[in-house]
């Protein structure tokens, strides 16, 4: 005689995972400031007045640019444009959190507008 609804006539499963793996090696952490152009880094200089790349990479300005090439939201050729960093600004202040664009912006709009200008510029007198 069979008792059923009481048990079940599986065999118990075996654990996903072995119970004595080794350890995982750790991948060494990209830089993050690696994706950065020379562009770029003139422009954080202009912004934060950081030159040296160590203490640049260490500002939050920096930090989002070098993010925002990585995930290929600013394309490699791609310069970082006014309207590009006011975009930027407006995304962060819709989290509704901390903006580190915000206290920056201003600077970094006047450079760009100064230096697109200087670039736009075309000696056709020769």
């Known amino acids: 005689m069979t008792v059923s609804g009481l048990g079940t006539a599986r065999a118990p499963h075996s654990p996903l995972t072995p119970l004595h793996r080794a350890p995982r090696t ?6 993050s400031d690696e994706n950065l152009t020379g562009r770029d880094r003139e422009l954080i200089f202009q912004v934060t007045g950081l030159r ?3 203490q640049q990479s260490a500002t ?8 925002e090439r990585a995930a290929g ?6 310069e970082v444009t006014g ?6 600004n407006r995304r962060y202040e819709r989290t509704g959190g901390p ?4 206290g920056l912006l201003p600077k970094a709009l006047t450079y760009l507008a100064q230096s697109q200008g200087a670039v736009s510029r075309i000696d056709v007198s020769a």
């Open 99 to 102: 903006n580190p664009v915000a």
């Open 83 to 88: 309207l590009y960093l006011k975009d930027l």
């Open 73 to 78: 939201r600013l394309a490699p050729g791609q």
């Open 26 to 31: 750790e991948k060494p952490a990209d830089r």
């Open 52 to 54: 040296d790349p160590v």
């Open 60 to 67: 939050a300005f920096a930090a989002i640019l070098a993010a």
